[in-house]
């Protein structure tokens, strides 16, 4: 099974890439509650400013906010449009996975119970009490 997304592989990189840092991760949630400054966003992190900026250059350039100047402010917002994309993207791999393991259950369900060292050894022995009474 193909995952199909509206979202290039690129797109899709640089979203889990921008995820995958827990200051991003807590930045996309501030922003999903309200939208921040910049400069408030920074106020919360042990970081510099310029650091804090970079991130959310990151959360920008992978759709998961949006930056808009209001006098001398940079306001950031999540989109919530790319967060649906993420998440449906994250529900077709998830299926996927589901149907594989629901075919290795029919695969194991189909075979005879494995055998425990004792049932070998048993079936070894009736094997070889067979051909002796031969």
């Known amino acids: 099974?193909?995952?199909?997304?509206?979202?290039?592989?690129?797109?899709?990189?640089?979203?889990?890439?921008?995820?995958?840092a827990?200051?991003?991760?807590?930045i996309l949630v501030r922003?999903?509650?309200?939208?921040?400054?910049v400069s408030s966003l920074a106020r919360e992190y042990d970081m510099s400013f310029?650091?804090?900026?970079?991130?959310?250059?990151v959360l920008e350039a992978a759709g998961l906010v949006v930056k808009r100047a209001e006098g001398r402010e940079r306001l950031v917002r999540a989109d919530p449009n790319m967060i649906v994309r993420?998440?449906?993207?994250?529900d077709q791999?998830?299926?996927?996975?589901?149907?594989r393991v629901s075919r290795l259950d029919a695969i194991f369900a189909a075979e005879s119970p494995a055998q425990t060292p004792?049932?070998?050894?048993?079936?070894?022995?009736?094997?070889?009490?067979?051909q002796e009474g031969e």
């Open 93 to 99: 791999y998830e299926a996927l996975w589901r149907t």
């Open 118 to 130: 004792a049932t070998a050894q048993e079936t070894a022995q009736d094997r070889t009490t067979e």
């Open 1 to 20: 099974m193909v995952v199909h997304t509206e979202s290039t592989n690129d797109d899709i990189d640089r979203i889990f890439q921008a995820l995958a």
């Open 31 to 37: 922003t999903i509650e309200q939208e921040l400054s």
């Open 86 to 90: 993420a998440r449906a993207l994250l």
């Open 22 to 26: 827990a200051t991003r991760r807590d």
């Open 50 to 57: 310029a650091a804090v900026q970079k991130h959310v250059a």
